[in-house]
């Protein structure tokens, strides 16, 4: 057993885990927040993605261990009580989910992205969606609304 | 609350999507129970093999493991198949587990249970099988030959013949002035939701009653079929579909895993969860497609369609699954296409081979249909050198408001398509792209522009239950639907239907809203639980809002009929003197005097004093079958440039004109097209199940099997103001989520096509890869094809 001790969501939290134990259960299983979902084997579909001291990895190209000191956001801790993160506004809006299976993966990728680049082209958000597959929007309404975000995010801290 | 909003047509923001937003879906991998265990399945690697024997040993004694089973531990009926369509069909028997052979890549031969995923997985692949290896067979056209045989019992892989039958003179496909033959391949589709299948049974013993949680498309009919397989009673069984990660077909089935963890559970008293992993997904849920056609066209030199014909062989796997050889069949009535042959012919072979299941994928049996019909009607058009928006002008069936019923024999609700063409080339400034690729083609350009137009019919709304009786799938195509008025003014709404993404929750709460005249956010619709929504038929084929949104309109009547009793009571007028106005009854002549569903609600609660006849609670339960299918149809035209020195094509523009009559809520419709034509242009260019020699499956996980991301897939325009109401039903809904999938994928095919034909080249299968599309242009350079004029296509006569 290897012992697990990371920051999710602000909140400080630990377990013993077996040493092969990936990012994605130990958040799934160990911790209970299911939010994250995972929809591959081979590191393909994002559905996992999460956000690692700030930055978006997917959480079952790595172990539980490796995140052991860091701090780790999951969907869970994007709105701030009632209040939805502003991707996850702009998702409701444009229409930029159905089942929802790849949803958390695209928002925090996106969150990451917006980090590095506010004002992105569409262009620039296809490319950097390239590792989050979905299946049902045929990705329009997830430009639509990463670029939505984008422009409120800015005008929040115009 | 009451309302006077009206909100039908209206983009109303979705209900489903707080709890996906934030985290807190249902999907079936978050469920978790005490004294849960886990169950993995072991899938030895052989393709075709007969089972020697298999040795649970050392599985049995890996940490965590409470049990190993194969199928003589059970005593389980064969999976169920419910579309026997010709009565000569031969059925393969298809248990949970396999025995005596594996008859494909994912055939399952024993199931673990452990107390956790990992222990449950590892001891699946400790579970050793000894088996003697057969010749596989993967193609279909070999598997015909019958040299090798995929059940001996039934002693052919020719397991179903199954004839429309022609139509009209049929001596045009010998006679007449232009005859067109071509052979169209579609290969096998991995369908890819990304959430995999999965499920959790659990139940409480002493009473013998079994809950299946499991992500599937049709809990009513998982319901019915699985009682039958497991031998528990169906009163005893319930089917919950929680939320579902996508379907597209994939999740219309019931599956030998479902069956098992019901049968493992009650066995040991304990919860059972299985998840599916997504290379197991590629070979144990069905795949989609596998098709090939020859294909006739008897046209006239000016461009008139006077017959068009079509003989299919499928690919039906290594069993039938729920539907299997009905995909086909179901194609089977829109060979047409929207156009005004005289003459047809359309029948079908059902081959079995050692691979994966086919059944229906996003569309089933109509994009097959589509695709051979529109690759046909281009291939005329170079032929006879005629612009193919021409030829499909002068083609489509003319318009009707009222049902008629078209060549191939069923009622077509209401037509309406040059408008559509017209609309979809406006959007796309077709003469001026025709003249650009003309200056490109005269220039010699290294990157060369193709148009490639798409008009297509939809049949939907499956279906009626007579008609599906006729076409002898076991089951109706019925929907339900149950209103009930709270005294506190929530309305719950239970739905028979299924969704997976489709959005239901939010338009059929636009339909009851105003039908009752209250808000939506004052609805909850309740779906997919057969405890709480025991009325149903499930989500696909495009029915849900032409059967089950329909069920819905009907019960909304009920509840206003008995509303409007109450409230003529209670006003002291006679019902005539009442009209339906501003979400209220009120009396004629004096509006203010009115009562609203909420009050009327609150009055058939407290039930003081109703009049004599009408019962206590505004409820009321609507069954509806319809009468008829409905008839969707539109007009696609994608823009692509090609590299004629590489083969790579880019999608430059995509148009889509969708009809699909009345529209709920118009952000659900336009982000269906998006998502169907996304997965048609994946069809088209990028993917393929493909297999080794031997019949391994080679395409078998996400990284080999070419998904497009975010970057491949384009942006695209939609249309939907034409909303040629269906007269199938009172709501004039048609459906909408397939379309895309079945436009889609000729409209990328034929630009591909056509950004080449001036090199000589007359056809390119799915997916038009970069391979193929160089080695399309190589070949034809080789045949000295090239610069042949359009009017002077060689390769088929
Ligand atoms: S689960 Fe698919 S990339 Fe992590
Ligand atoms: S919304 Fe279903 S996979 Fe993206």
Redo the contacts with the bound molecule.
């Keep these: 057993m290897t012992h697990v001790s990371v920051t999710v969501n602000g909140a400080m939290r630990e377990a013993d885990v077996e040493p092969r134990t990936l990012l ?1 259960y130990f958040l799934r299983e160990t911790l209970g927040l299911t939010g994250t ?13 999460v956000l690692l001291d700030g930055e978006s990895v ?4 790595m172990l539980a261990a490796q995140a052991d000191g860091r701090e780790l956001t999951t969907i869970e801790g994007m709105a701030e009580g009632d209040q939805l993160h502003p991707l996850q506004e702009s998702f409701r809006r444009n229409h930029g989910l159905q089942c929802g299976y790849c949803t958390p ?1 695209m928002i925090m990728a996106a969150a990451s992205y917006l980090k590095e680049n506010p004002s992105p082209s569409e262009g620039d958000v296809r490319l950097a969606l390239e ?1 989050n597959l979905c299946r049902c929007t045929g990705y329009q309404n997830i430009v639509k609304s990463i670029l939505d975000a984008a422009g409120s995010m800015a005008g929040a801290e115009a | 609350m009451a309302t006077t909003e009206t909100f039908i047509g209206q983009p109303v923001l979705r209900k489903e999507d707080p709890e996906l937003l934030t985290g807190h879906a249902s999907y079936i991998d978050n469920w978790t129970m005490p004294g849960m265990l886990w169950m993995a399945l072991a899938r030895p690697p052989y393709v075709h093999a007969t089972i020697d024997g298999i040795d649970t040993t050392e599985a049995a004694s890996m940490p965590g493991v409470v049990g190993v089973y194969t199928a003589t531990d059970f005593d389980l009926a064969p999976l169920p198949f419910v579309w026997p369509i010709t009565e000569e069909i031969k059925v393969p028997v298809h248990y949970p587990l396999a025995s005596d052979k594996v008859r494909f890549n994912g055939d399952a031969v024993a199931v673990v249970l452990a107390e956790t995923r990992e222990q449950a997985l590892d001891a699946a692949e400790a579970v050793a099988v000894t088996a003697t290896e057969l010749p596989a067979v993967i193609d279909i056209e070999e598997a015909a030959k019958d040299e090798v045989i995929v059940h001996d019992d039934l002693g052919t892989n020719v397991v179903v013949h199954w004839s429309h039958g022609g139509g009209g003179d049929q001596s045009v496909f010998d006679s007449a002035p232009v005859i067109v033959q071509e052979r169209y391949v579609q290969p096998r589709l991995i369908p890819n939701a990304i959430e995999t299948r999965g499920c959790l049974a659990y139940g409480v013993p002493p009473v013998d009653e079994w809950t299946l949680v499991t992500a599937t498309q049709i809990p009513h009919i998982a319901k019915v079929t699985l009682a039958g397989t497991t031998g528990i009673d169906e009163h005893k069984l319930r089917v919950i579909a929680p939320d579902v990660g996508g379907g597209f077909g994939s999740k219309l089935n019931v599956y030998a895993e479902e069956a098992l963890a019901l049968a493992l559970a009650r066995r040991l008293r304990r919860p059972v969860k299985w998840i599916e992993g ?1 290379r197991e997904n590629y070979v144990a849920t069905t795949h989609g497609r596998g098709v090939l056609h020859d294909c006739t066209l008897a046209g006239t030199e000016d461009g008139t369609i006077l017959g068009m014909k079509f003989v299919e062989l499928a690919d039906m796997g290594a069993y039938y699954q729920l539907l299997t050889p009905g995909i086909p069949e179901l194609g089977g009535w829109v060979y047409m296409g929207p156009y005004d042959p005289k003459a047809y012919w359309f029948e079908f072979k059902g081959v079995v081979t050692n691979t994966t299941p086919t059944d229906a994928y996003r569309g089933a049996g109509r994009p097959e249909a589509t695709y051979v019909i529109e690759r046909l009607v281009d291939s005329f058009a170079r032929r006879i050198g005629k612009d193919p928006a021409d030829i499909r002008r002068m083609n489509l069936h003319p318009p009707h408001e009222d049902a008629q019923t078209s060549i191939m024999g069923l009622n077509v609700d209401s037509a309406n398509y040059e408008p559509l063409l017209d609309k979809a080339l406006g959007l796309v400034e077709y003469d001026k792209l025709r003249a650009e690729q003309r200056d490109r083609r005269e220039r010699g350009d290294r990157t060369q522009l193709g148009i490639g137009l798409s008009t297509y019919i939809e049949m939907c709304g499956l279906a009626p239950s007579n008609i599906l009786g006729a076409l002898r799938y076991a089951a109706g195509g019925w929907d339900g639907a149950t209103i009930e008025c709270l005294p506190s003014g929530h309305v719950i709404v239970k739905t028979g239907t299924s969704p997976h993404g489709q959005s239901h929750e939010t338009a059929w709460a636009q339909i009851v809203a105003d039908g009752l005249g209250v808000s939506p956010d004052e609805i909850t619709v309740l779906h997919g639980d057969t405890h709480s929504t025991p009325l149903g038929m499930d989500t696909y084929g495009s029915r849900s809002v032409a059967v089950g949104g329909v069920a819905l309109h009907f019960a909304v009547e009920k509840i206003k009929a008995k509303a409007r009793t109450i409230a003529a009571h209670e006003l002291e007028v006679a019902e005539d003197d009442l009209e339906w106005a501003d979400g209220a009854f009120r009396v004629k002549g004096a509006p203010d005097t009115a009562k609203t569903i909420p009050e009327l609600a609150v009055s058939a609660w407290h039930a003081h004093a109703l009049p004599a006849e009408v019962e206590p609670h505004l409820n009321a339960t609507a069954v509806y079958d319809p009468p008829n299918f409905t008839w969707p149809a539109g007009a696609h035209v994608c823009v692509v440039e090609v590299d004629t020195e590489t083969g790579a094509t880019e999608i430059v523009r995509y148009v889509a004109v969708d009809d699909c009559g009345t529209i709920i809520n118009p952000m659900i419709v336009e982000g269906q097209v998006h998502g169907g034509v996304a997965q048609g242009v994946a069809e088209a260019l990028y993917e393929e199940a493909m297999y080794d020699e031997s019949g391994n499956l080679t395409t078998s996980t ?1 990284t080999q099997y070419l998904i497009p991301s975010a970057t491949e897939i384009p942006a695209m325009t939609t249309d939907h103001s034409q909303e040629t109401p269906s007269t199938t039903n009172p709501l004039g809904v048609k459906g909408i989520g397939e379309a895309g999938t079945i436009a889609a994928p000729p409209a990328v095919v034929n630009a591909v096509i056509d950004a080449v034909s001036h090199l000589g080249v007359t056809a390119i299968e799915k997916p038009a890869s970069p391979e193929r599309v160089w080695r399309a242009i190589q070949e034809a350079k080789g045949d000295g094809r090239a610069g042949a004029s359009p009017g002077s296509e060689g390769g088929t006569s």
């Design positions: 994605v979902n995972a929809g591959c084997d081979t590191s393909s579909c994002g559905s996992c993605t997917k959480s079952c190209t993966g590792g | 997504r996400m």
